[in-house]
């Protein structure tokens, strides 16, 4: 009786956590929806280590919109959503030739 308990606590304990999971989403889709540009892009620069003369090595991504930042800010998936400065598009990621979508070192 005891396993079947313990099986039972299991079930409803994994139902909460993942509806808790997609209110998160769910949240993070309205509240980005309603306070971002689909059309300006974001570029972000994170410190992703130091050279042999401690100056510090960055890299960027360039997100095609201002939407997918936030989405990634919100849900913290990734170092750059969790980290990353807002920088200038012209002069970080066109200027260094990152693709829209991509990552790549930036100065």
């Known amino acids: 009786m005891k396993f ?22 769910f949240y993070c889709l309205w509240s980005t929806k309603r306070a971002c540009s689909r059309t300006t892009p974001t570029c972000l620069r994170l410190q992703s280590g130091v050279d042999a003369q401690s100056n510090a090595i960055y890299t960027c991504k360039y997100y095609r919109n201002d939407c997918q930042y936030l989405l990634d800010n919100c849900k913290g998936s990734t170092s750059y959503g ?4 807002p920088v200038n598009v012209l002069t970080y990621c066109i200027g260094n030739n990152i693709a829209i979508g991509g990552t790549g070192d930036c100065t």
């Open 4 to 25: 079947l308990s313990l099986i039972v606590y299991v079930f409803v304990m994994l139902s909460l956590v993942s509806k808790l999971e997609a209110r998160q989403r």
């Open 82 to 85: 969790q980290l990353g400065t």
